[in-house]
């Protein structure tokens, strides 16, 4: 069983900036997305920033230039830094992280696993 722990929301003022963190636990063989997602109030969960095993990373277009996604693979930790925030960045952020666990042995692989963290509110506001 594999568990997040996210931390790092709060609010802040247009401009300003955060950083969220999020770590992974448990029975983990290995990690390859991790990333973040966002739900602002009536509206779908949606894609923020992710990047792959290897260093790739995507982002939505909304925050290209703005924010930047990283990890580290030692701690299976991912982070996003957040600059210059606008208030349509107001929603509950979330950690998404897959990957594969433990090995079982019925069907000769490793399993696959996705979680997501228990989501954290970034509020931008004047």
């Known amino acids: 069983q594999v568990q997040l722990v996210e931390s790092g929301g709060g609010s802040v003022q247009p401009g300003g900036s955060l950083r969220l963190s999020c770590a992974a636990s448990?029975?983990?063989?290995?990690?390859?997305?991790m990333g973040w997602y966002r739900q602002a109030p009536g509206k779908q969960r949606e894609l923020v920033a992710g990047v792959l095993k290897r260093g790739s990373t995507n982002y939505a277009d909304s925050v290209k230039g703005r924010f930047t996604v990283s990890r580290d693979n030692a701690k299976n930790m991912v982070f996003l830094q957040m600059n210059s925030l606008k208030p349509e960045d107001t929603a509950v952020y979330y950690c998404?992280?897959?990957?594969?666990?433990?090995?079982?042995?019925?069907?000769?692989?490793?399993?696959?696993?996705?979680?997501w963290g228990q989501g954290t509110l970034v509020t931008v506001s004047s």
């Open positions: 998404n992280v897959d990957g594969n666990s433990e090995y079982d042995g019925s069907v000769g692989g490793y399993r696959y696993f996705e979680v």
């Open positions: 448990g029975s983990i063989f290995s990690i390859n997305f």
